[in-house]
């Protein structure tokens, strides 16, 4: 199901950066805080959620799961759950206040 609205924020983003639409615009705001949320969700139970290891084990450990993640895709998934629309909002901004 996060795979959908991995598509989802990614079509989005695409969609409001290639066409300049009105970022503001009410419906799309709600759906995209409500998918910015769940990123964030996604992102806490990645830290608490066991895994196997190359064994095959389950690792249940917290600790381990919590380093594991780190070396792993917490990167990506942090970088994913940063609102990108609302910092090129605020880039396109600034580029139209600096034109006479």
Partial sequence: MLQQFYLFEVKNIYILV???LDAE???WQYIDIAT???FWIDLIMNFISSYNDE???IVKLRRTIFMNYLKGWFTVDFLSCLPLNYV???VVRDK???SP
């Fill in 88 to 90: 090129l909002d605020g």
């Fill in 96 to 98: 139209s206040s600096l």
């Fill in 25 to 27: 615009a009410e419906s």
């Fill in 18 to 20: 290639s066409f300049f």
């Fill in 36 to 38: 910015d949320i769940l």
């Fill in 55 to 57: 064994d095959g084990k």
